[in-house]
């Protein structure tokens, strides 16, 4: 950015937030210049320099934050939006510079509506945060992503994120009654919190997972639910993959699990086998029930009916309990992913039970066929179908073969997705690692998304570059 412009914006953000909350350190700027998408992370090891953002801007109200888009919009200057910056697509990566808009000072709990069982929250506050001081009320959020320490609401919302029980709770756009919005030209928009309407369409979800190309969430109203009085594990050993699918689609005829997550063979090997017995070949099944001790006593009987049924193996509550006592562990850098110039990501998709084994199928050949080690589970499975969790590795010589490398895999898994009738995301969301496929996601729907952002953002300030949205030359 031109330095005069800089100096001129850069006053009149200080005018609205103070001078303590803009900040132009080079510390700060490289601090957010990623998120948790693993191509960042690589190319930082490689010594590789991120774009920057040119200022980045903390307010702490939605005033200030109508204040600040009112000025990136007459100097048409890019924003974007940072919530608790633990995206995996590089969403909140500045790439045209500009203003990065950290929400976190936003993080403040509004109102606890006891009799609905709903809480209005400042979008800024962290998912654990709110989590625990619902938890003092007897409450829980049901939303448990494995990000829940490190993201906020915001963020949550923004890339309509899914928690490990969504099964039973919903992802966030079912957990979301009412949302406060500032779009591009400062106005604020509000849509009202209540349990169902029939007054047009739902406006809020055209923000629910708008990734901050839409405008810049600030409240939000959201779903509490009562603790419930057990959560109690069960798992399931499956011959196959098949097998174990069609035992998660029968229990949902009978019942509702919080917890379902189908690790296939290679998934099983890796995160199982070495602190259970299970053959080779061997996919675990892990099941959770929230409820009464009554309710998950029948949920859980049925579901063993259906397993056994099925040709499931009863491994008692072991891998499950574990698996929900260590979920953070995973996440933590190990040699495979720090080592040489190896990479690794997730691919996240959806598709329903008809098309679910196939999408499975085709992308793992897609991607194996690059050199990449492929494991994956089947989690977040719903009545109708599930999402698969894809997790991929792949080693090279050198950081230009390896992040060609890792392109190809990324492309040919989102095709092989795409042709079996599957869709691309069903949690981390687009960001820009996924751009590029958006269009070819979402078909002919896509141009309205398109129509709405040039009505909505017609200077193309808001995060441009993602969602398949407002690239620039
Ligand atoms: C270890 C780890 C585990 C994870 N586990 C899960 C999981 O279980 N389930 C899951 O769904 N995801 C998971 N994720 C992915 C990610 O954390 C989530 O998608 C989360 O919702 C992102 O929230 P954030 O606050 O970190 O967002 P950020 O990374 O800050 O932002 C994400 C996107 O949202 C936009 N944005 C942020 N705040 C706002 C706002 N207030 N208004 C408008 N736009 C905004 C940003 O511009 C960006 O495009 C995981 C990530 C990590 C690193």
Redesign the pocket.
């Known amino acids: 950015m031109d330095s005069k412009i800089k100096t001129r914006l850069m006053k009149r953000i200080e005018s609205i937030v103070g001078p303590e909350n803009v900040t132009v350190h080079e510390t700060d700027t490289v601090l957010n210049a990623h998120?948790?998408w693993p191509l960042s992370e690589a190319k930082i090891r490689a010594g590789e320099s991120l774009p920057l953002a040119d200022l980045v801007v903390f307010p702490a109200s939605t005033g200030e934050v109508a204040e600040v888009l009112k000025v990136a919009n007459e100097m048409e200057i890019p924003v974007?939006?940072?919530?608790?910056?633990?995206?995996?697509c590089g969403?909140?990566l500045p790439i045209y510079g500009g203003i990065q808009l950290d929400?976190k000072r936003m993080d403040k709990i509004l109102n606890i509506d006891h009799e609905s069982m709903l809480i209005t929250v400042q979008?800024g506050i962290v998912g654990i945060d709110l989590e625990e001081a619902v938890n003092r009320h007897g409450y829980t959020m049901g939303h448990t992503?494995?990000?829940l320490r490190?993201?906020?609401v915001?963020?949550?919302i923004?890339?309509r994120?899914?928690?490990?029980l969504s099964s039973l709770y919903g992802k966030i756009e079912d957990l979301t009654l009412g949302l406060e919005t500032v779009l591009a030209d400062g106005s604020v928009i509000r849509t009202k919190a209540v349990p169902r309407h029939s007054v047009g369409p739902d406006l809020k979800q055209l923000f629910i997972g708008s990734?901050?190309t839409l405008?810049?969430?600030?409240e939000a109203t959201l779903r509490m639910f009562p603790i419930p009085d057990e959560r109690r594990f069960r798992s399931m050993a499956f011959p196959d993959v098949h097998s174990g699918l069609t035992a998660i689609r029968e229990i949902f005829r009978h019942v509702t699990p919080s917890l379902v997550r189908l690790y296939d063979p290679e998934d099983t090997a890796m995160f199982v086998a070495n602190h259970f017995d299970v053959d080779e070949g061997d996919c675990m099944l892990m099941l959770g029930f929230d409820g009464t001790p009554a309710e998950n006593d029948l949920s859980e009987s049925k579901s063993v009916e259906v397993c056994l049924s099925k040709g499931g193996k009863d491994f008692g509550e072991g891998p499950s309990k574990r698996w929900w006592e260590h979920r953070y562990d995973m996440?933590y850098p190990n040699r495979l992913t720090t080592s040489g110039y190896a990479i690794g990501d997730t691919i996240d998709i959806v598709a329903t039970y008809d098309k679910l084994e196939n999408v499975y199928y085709a992308m793992k050949k897609a991607m194996e066929e690059h050199d990449a080690i492929v494991m994956s589970h089947f989690s977040h499975m719903y009545q109708n179908g599930g999402s698969i969790y894809m997790i991929f590795f792949t080693n090279q010589p050198d950081a230009e073969t390896a992040w060609a490398t890792y392109r190809r895999i990324w492309d040919d898994g989102v095709a092989a997705c795409l042709r079996e009738g599957g869709t691309m995301s069903h949690?981390?969301?687009v960001?820009l690692s996924r751009t590029t496929y958006t269009e070819g996601d979402m078909g002919s729907a896509f141009d309205v998304l398109r129509r709405i952002k040039k009505v909505l953002d017609p200077k193309g300030i808001m995060?441009p570059g993602?969602l398949g949205l407002g690239v620039r030359d």
């Open positions: 998120d948790a974007t939006p940072v919530g608790g910056g633990a995206g995996t969403g909140t929400l979008s992503p494995t990000s490190a993201s906020n915001g963020g949550f923004a890339t994120s899914g928690g490990s990734e901050g405008g810049v969430i600030t996440y949690q981390h969301g960001g995060n993602k």
